[in-house]
């Protein structure tokens, strides 16, 4: 939707900001060729002329578009094989648009007419830290997802990898996770542990979080101060003391152990998120039930349950994250017999720098986004069946 | 409480009416190790033997070597030892043998004698140090280079001291994050002979002058912890020579074919072994004391060597090894005792370091941080 009439922009101005732009790549480049500085000038350079030759003397946005794209994966191609020709593509196509985007004066299209130029400026700064920060938080995730596939045994972008020759890929580390007898069965403890611990959460969390909402409760403060310390204490101090404990109890490196453990590592957020929704709940409601002949327990599973679900749920989630993630309070509690995944990657990283954790990260990243898909599609169905949201 | 006391008393009391046989050892056991191909390496020589003449033992591992004598420590205190063999440094053993947490050995009653009938105390002879400490294998740790990085025109390194030779041989190296291995060979490149090196170091001078040889390369020097690391570090280029166990570095050269060789110049050697913790219930000691009488046999320690390039700690050992089991390469040239191989070693100084450690430990860590 075009708001605002556009108009060619002074070259000067354009040349800039693109030099600009190239520069910051040209650091890259430089730097994975080993001199920054000259990175930082020649991109610069580059970008710079090709903006003013393309804005003044061939000003034909296709044609222009497509040599530099085609240009820059030859180049791209030509010192560093597939991998430089991709890179080189995905730069040639990037400033050819940015150059005509810019020359164009396009980028004030979807703007009101009267923004200041410092309005747009900062308009735009805000995207580029906006996707800077999404770039730092998502590239540590996506880098090992490539390195999952390696052929070698090493965490390391080999030369054949590089060149996209499929010798250098292969799924053996994926083999090796289901294959593996110390893999598997960490995996089963996890996925054995987490639940329990997480139902044990969710009831204990859920039932403090109602007592401890009813005003006649005495002391409420400090209870829920106690309560919620597994999650303000540090985790190795919990640890330490649990260890100790549980071994008079004779629950130390008992499958129980660990899942008492993780139960209590989770009660807090389930307790502070039910309270947060107990905020919101209507208290003449449970009157009015019990008002109708309900006994408290009726009352609480048909009226109050229903009502404060979304908070349960979301409690239920946090508590299984905390135990399937938890590593810490697993290495003191549990014995080898209860070692879990966050366990097993832990040995694995510091005894064997072996790709199959990369595999295993894969693998788990694939289904948290496989569940928070899941989540959000039911939500949004219940919120569209409830008339909540008009989508 | 008391309850459980007494109960446990009377169940002691009932095992200990008993003579240990098969039927009153425990029936599942669980061994600590350090992960990796060296596990995979005593399973196969060990435990899975063990376990086919043993039906229904079930064998758990536990991968905590690396912190044995602080997790021995702490099962101490709450009194609850749930591993019944450990396997440690010799370092470790002789630490764990002084606070009374390892059970003492007597080799001749608990260890197999050689098959041509010598004792068990003369087949290991000296490897038996401390007396709480069953010697496996005897590894060094020593330095693997990248053989592409090796500059044009310069020989591929062969001394010790081209470690500190960044001159001739450019580019990082990975030296371990404490101060042993690193401070003797510092001296011995540093012009100090080598039967004199631990009576320098012994000195406040001594240290200095080896602190200030690592000073000399310290910006090229990458630091690792865990023996993983030099490895991955080799790998992936990043080092051009680096400091680690030799089966590690066996591993990546043979079985990974990394373009790494070895330089084996004074390779400091050091021993492995098992010990058992004190006081385990009678039934756990009976299948422990069982287990490592077959585990440390002649035969046993030399299938050892089939998977992994260390030393079988017995005399009689030697001649029985053989070939890696998968790469069908002859193993003895790959063993840090070969004769060529071990031309110019140190063994591990446990004495000097009990005493010293702690002192140059925290000089060794104040000048990393300056």
């Not at chain 1, 832990?346 to 199959?356: A, D, K, Y």
């Not at chain 2, 061994?31 to 003449?53: D, I």
Request: some cysteine.
């Amino acid at each position: 939707m075009t708001i605002t009439v556009i108009e060619p922009k002074p070259v000067p101005f354009v040349a800039a900001v693109v030099a600009a732009a190239g520069a910051f790549c040209g650091l890259f480049v430089g730097t994975a060729q080993g001199n920054s500085l000259l990175g930082v000038f020649a991109g610069a350079a580059i970008t710079a002329a090709l903006a003013v030759v393309f804005l003044t003397v061939f000003r034909q946005e296709k044609a222009a578009r497509w040599i530099t794209t085609l240009g820059t994966a030859a180049i791209g191609f030509a010192f560093g094989g597939a991998m430089g020709g991709l890179i080189g593509l995905a730069f040639g196509w990037f400033f050819g648009w940015f150059i005509f985007w810019l020359g164009e004066g396009r980028y004030r299209s979807k703007l009101p007419p009267y923004t200041t130029s410092l309005q747009v400026f900062y308009h735009f700064l805000f995207r580029v830290i906006c996707g800077m920060i999404f770039f730092f938080l998502i590239t540590p995730i996506v880098v090992v997802m490539p390195l999952s596939f390696n052929a070698e045994d090493f965490f390391t972008f080999t030369p054949e990898m590089l060149r996209l020759d499929p010798e250098g890929y292969s799924l053996k580390h994926y083999r090796d996770f289901f294959t593996n007898d110390d893999w598997q069965q960490a995996m089963w403890n996890s996925i054995s542990i987490a639940p329990i611990a997480t139902l044990l959460s969710v009831s204990f969390g859920t039932l403090a979080a109602i007592g401890l909402s009813s005003e006649h409760v005495p002391f409420r403060r400090p209870i829920m101060a106690i309560l919620i310390s597994p999650m303000i204490v540090p985790l190795i101090i919990s640890a330490a003391g649990m260890y100790f404990f549980y071994s008079r109890l004779g629950l130390q490196g008992t499958f129980w152990g660990v899942v008492l453990a993780h139960a209590a590592l989770g009660i807090p957020f389930v307790i502070i998120t039910v309270t947060a929704t107990l905020v919101g709940f209507d208290r003449s409601l449970t009157r009015a039930a019990a008002n109708m002949g309900a006994d408290p327990v009726t009352t609480f599973f048909r009226v109050q349950m229903p009502l404060i679900l979304p908070g349960v749920i979301s409690g239920g989630l946090f508590a299984f994250i905390t135990s399937f993630d938890e590593v810490v309070v697993v290495l003191f509690v549990g014995s080898a017999g209860q070692k879990t995944l966050p366990w097993q990657m832990f040995t694995g990283l510091r005894e064997q720098i072996s790709p199959t954790i990369l595999a295993v990260a894969t693998i788990l990243v694939a289904i948290s986004i496989c569940l928070l898909t899941t989540v959000e599609l039911l939500r949004r169905r219940s919120e569209r069946l409830r008339g909540m949201s008009p989508g | 409480m008391k309850l459980t006391k007494t109960l446990m008393a009377s169940t002691a009391l009932t095992v200990a009416a008993v003579s240990a046989h098969a039927e009153d050892m425990a029936n599942s056991m669980t061994l600590v190790s350090w992960g990796g191909a060296y596990q995979k390496s005593q399973v196969n020589a060990y435990t899975n033997p063990y376990q086919e003449m043993n039906e229904g033992l079930e064998v758990v591992w536990d991968e905590s070597s690396a912190e044995a004598v602080a997790k021995l420590r702490a099962m101490d205190e709450a009194g609850n030892v749930t591993w019944d063999v450990v396997d440690v440094v010799a370092a470790d053993a002789l630490r764990l043998c002084d606070e009374g947490l390892a059970m003492e050995i007597d080799p001749d009653e608990h260890l197999a004698p050689a098959p041509d009938g010598t004792s068990a105390e003369d087949d290991f002879g000296d490897l038996l140090v401390g007396d709480c400490f069953i010697p496996q294998i005897v590894y060094s740790t020593t330095f693997g280079y990248r053989t592409d990085m090796v500059p044009e025109g310069a020989e591929a390194p062969s001394d010790i001291c081209s470690v500190f030779d960044t001159e001739t041989y450019p580019g990082k190296r990975s030296l371990e994050k404490r101060p042993i291995n690193n401070m003797e060979w510092a001296l011995l490149c540093d012009g100090v002979a080598k039967d004199e090196v631990y009576d320098v170091l012994a000195t406040e001078e001594g240290q200095q002058q080896a602190l200030d040889k690592l000073d000399t390369i310290k910006d090229d020097v990458i630091w690792w912890s865990a023996g993983a690391d030099t490895p991955q570090l080799l790998a992936d280029g990043e080092v051009f020579m680096g400091s680690t166990y030799n089966g590690r570095l066996f591993s990546v050269i043979e079985e990974q074919d990394q373009p790494v060789a070895m330089m084996w110049d004074a390779q400091v050697f050091d021993l492995d072994g098992w010990i058992i913790p004190a006081n385990l219930p009678e039934d756990r000691l009976a299948r422990a004391l069982d287990f490592i009488y077959f585990a440390t046999d002649t035969q046993r320690l030399a299938d050892q060597a089939k998977w992994i390039s260390y030393g079988p700690a017995r005399a009689s050992s030697a001649p029985l090894v053989g070939q890696h089991a998968e790469l069908g390469i002859d193993m003895a040239p790959h063993m840090p005792t070969d004769p060529e191989n071990a031309k110019n070693t140190f063994l591990y100084n446990y004495e000097f370091w009990a005493d010293y450690r702690d002192d140059i430990d925290a000089k060794f860590q104040a000048w990393l941080a300056q």
